[in-house]
């Protein structure tokens, strides 16, 4: 039940993600065309989630050293710093609480891998990557 | 002024408060399409009941319990329940203290950690029972 439960967390906090943060407009003036991705896998050690969505370049460097500095932490750090983020007052634009990432942190217990490929000067694809052991 | 009840959806939890019996519960899920719009009612009504109640000089009988019974809550959810229950822990101050029960199936710890995580934040003693 744990390593389910665990999976549905992440997965559910992921797919919000990406349905609230896709900074592509639907329809540009180029002919970009982008959809989210999602994707769940499986081997023997760990389930695997991957997901795809776009960003604004400029927002790139914020959200890389977030997680950067998310992945230098252990439990304990993680739990102070999910203490301090929920009692902080107010939402992000996107009506999120600032705490997703720390969650799929936590859960994941070997950090987040992420990349980001330009999509043109102005969009980057953002790839997520959360392993959640067996 | 009227309790609260809103059944449960695939994404809401079922919540009732009640201003007579002072029982606020929430059971099921809690993953709003729109968490705001869904919480900020049930802050509206806390507001409500708290003015009504200094308003009649009178506060339900059995004091304040705060039941939460649920499967899964997402990020925004959980700082959506720490602020009520902010509001909620605020009423100390009128002599009032409140009891805070979080039920969770014994088999899952992301439910038992979540409560624990709030519950520290909020720096108050929850009580961790089984789920029924």
């Not at chain 1, 990406?18 to 329809?27: A, M």
């Amino acid at each position: 039940m744990a390593t389910y439960k665990r999976l549905l967390l992440v997965m559910i906090e992921v797919l919000e993600n990406l349905l609230k943060h896709n900074e592509l407009p639907k329809y540009n003036n180029s002919s970009l065309h982008f959809s989210p991705l999602f994707n769940i896998s499986r081997d023997d050690n760990k389930y695997i989630v991957r997901a795809s969505n776009t960003l604004r370049s400029v927002n790139c460097q914020v959200l890389s050293e977030r997680i950067e500095y998310l992945n230098t932490l252990n439990q304990q750090g993680l739990k102070e710093l999910y203490k301090d983020t929920i009692t902080r007052a107010g939402f992000n634009e996107q009506g999120g609480a600032g705490l997703g990432l720390i969650e799929m942190t936590k859960i994941s217990h070997s950090g987040l891998q992420y990349t980001f490929l330009p999509i043109d000067g102005e969009f980057v694809q953002f790839n997520l990557i959360i392993e959640i052991d067996l | 002024m009227l309790p609260f009840y809103a059944g449960a959806s695939e994404y809401t939890p079922k919540t009732e408060l009640s201003n007579h019996t002072g029982i606020f519960e929430f059971s099921g899920v809690s993953r709003p399409e729109n968490v705001s719009e869904f919480y900020n009612k049930l802050i509206n009504w806390i507001r409500e009941f708290e003015q009504h109640c200094i308003g009649t000089g009178k506060w339900p009988e059995n004091g304040i319990t705060v039941n939460f019974k649920l499967t899964y809550c997402n990020s925004a959810s959980s700082k959506y329940i720490y602020q009520l229950l902010e509001m909620i822990l605020g009423w100390m101050k009128y002599g009032i203290k409140p009891v805070v029960n979080w039920y969770f199936d014994e088999n899952d710890d992301t439910m038992r950690d979540d409560g624990m995580d709030i519950a520290d934040a909020l720096d108050y003693e929850f009580n961790f029972l089984p789920m029924e």
